[in-house]
């Protein structure tokens, strides 16, 4: 592991974030979520709303899923403190 000098590190942190790069990566992260279009439900909404277990609905909607008879799409949303990408299912239309 190396470790930047003090020098070094200051020299860092006094330069000014005004990269092009630096601003696409900041929206990236920007914490948005998605608007969850209606009819799109989670693993654990629709398990919740059958009774099946998450771990027994997640394998069936995988099959579903594959064998073209659902739509799958990840949606930016809020988990707890996080935004993060959460699979959402739909039926085919």
């Known amino acids: 592991m190396t470790l930047l000098s003090p020098k070094r590190l200051a020299s860092l942190l006094k330069r000014p974030f005004s990269s ?5 990566l900041a929206a990236a992260n920007s914490g948005d979520d998605d608007e969850v279009p209606e009819g799109w439900k989670t693993v654990r909404e629709i398990a919740a709303e059958t009774g099946y277990s998450e771990h027994h609905t997640w394998k069936q909607l995988r099959q579903l899923h594959e064998q073209g008879k659902i739509e799958r799409r990840r949606f930016k949303i809020c988990t707890g403190t996080t935004v993060r990408p959460v699979p959402h299912y ?3 239309r």
Do not use: A, G, R, T
């Open 90 to 92: 739909s039926p085919s």
């Open 20 to 24: 092009e790069w630096f601003d696409v």
